[in-house]
T-cell receptor, first 113, second 110 residues
Framework: KAGVTQTPRYLIKTRGQQVTLSCSPI?????VSWYQQTPGQGLQFLFE???????NKGNFPGRFSGRQFSNSRSEMNVSTLELGDSALYLC????????????FGQGTRLTVV | SQQGEEDPQALSIQEGENATMNCSYK?????LQWYRQNSGRGLVHLIL?????REKHSGRLRVTLDTSKKSSSLLITASRAADTASYFC??????????FGTGTKLQVIP
């Protein structure tokens, strides 16, 4: 059974640009969550999608958005990139949503210069 | 904001010793999970303990949960160099978002 796949693995962008990250969940999982991990703030919840609907949202500005497709694949978009957006972005999928356990992808390392 | 806080922030032990890390959280939960993360990679789920459970075992892992104190501990017995990683607790209540603690960085010295 394939795990959670995130693409790309690494990305370098310039301030002001926008970026789209992709996440393919484990087959059969309908919930996809996104997290931002930085050394200073740790793991911060961005949002969660279930059956194409955003069910939960963290405390991030509107520049961070996401969506989920009918095949459960998800994308997150960050517009007008700032240096502080440099982080490891992790995607997790689960069968029932935020409970029980979530399975994480390897992450996308975004560097904003 | 972080729901949980792990203690200690960093731990260095010799191979074969036991490692204990603690997690405290603030609000009521349905379950608490522990994850491991190797150096900037994805998180690996270790164990889930529900709010009506007090202790759970999985291989060399033992997790306890004290809901009255809003705390949990993870014990890794007979540690190995491969256990070197960061360990996070994560809490979830109802359909709220999962929130992660600050993590404990464990180093096991061969």
């Amino acid at each position: 059974k394939a795990g959670v796949t995130q693409t790309p693995r690494y990305l370098i962008k310039t301030r002001g640009q926008q970026v789209t990250l992709s996440c393919s969940p484990i087959s059969g999982h309908r919930s996809v969550s996104w997290y931002q991990q930085t050394p200073g703030q740790g793991l911060q919840f961005l949002f969660e999608y279930f059956s194409e609907t955003q069910r939960n949202k963290g405390n991030f500005p509107g520049r961070f958005s996401g969506r989920q497709f009918s095949n459960s694949r998800s994308e997150m978009n960050v517009s007008t990139l700032e240096l502080g957006d440099s982080a490891l972005y992790l995607c997790a999928s689960s069968l029932e949503g935020v409970t029980p356990e979530a399975f994480f992808g390897q992450g996308t390392r975004l560097t904003v210069v | 904001s972080q729901q949980g806080e792990e203690d200690p922030q960093a731990l260095s032990i010799q191979e074969g010793e036991n490692a204990t890390m603690n997690c405290s959280y603030k609000t009521s939960i349905n379950n608490l999970q522990w994850y491991r993360q190797n150096s900037g990679r994805g998180l690996v789920h270790l164990i889930l303990i529900r709010s009506n459970e007090r202790e759970k075992h999985s291989g060399r892992l033992r997790v306890t949960l004290d809901t009255s104190k809003k705390s949990s501990s993870l014990l890794i017995t007979a540690s190995r160099a491969a256990d070197t990683a960061s360990y996070f607790c994560a809490t979830a209540g109802g359909y709220q978002k999962v929130t992660f603690g600050t993590g404990t960085k464990l180093q096991v010295i061969p």
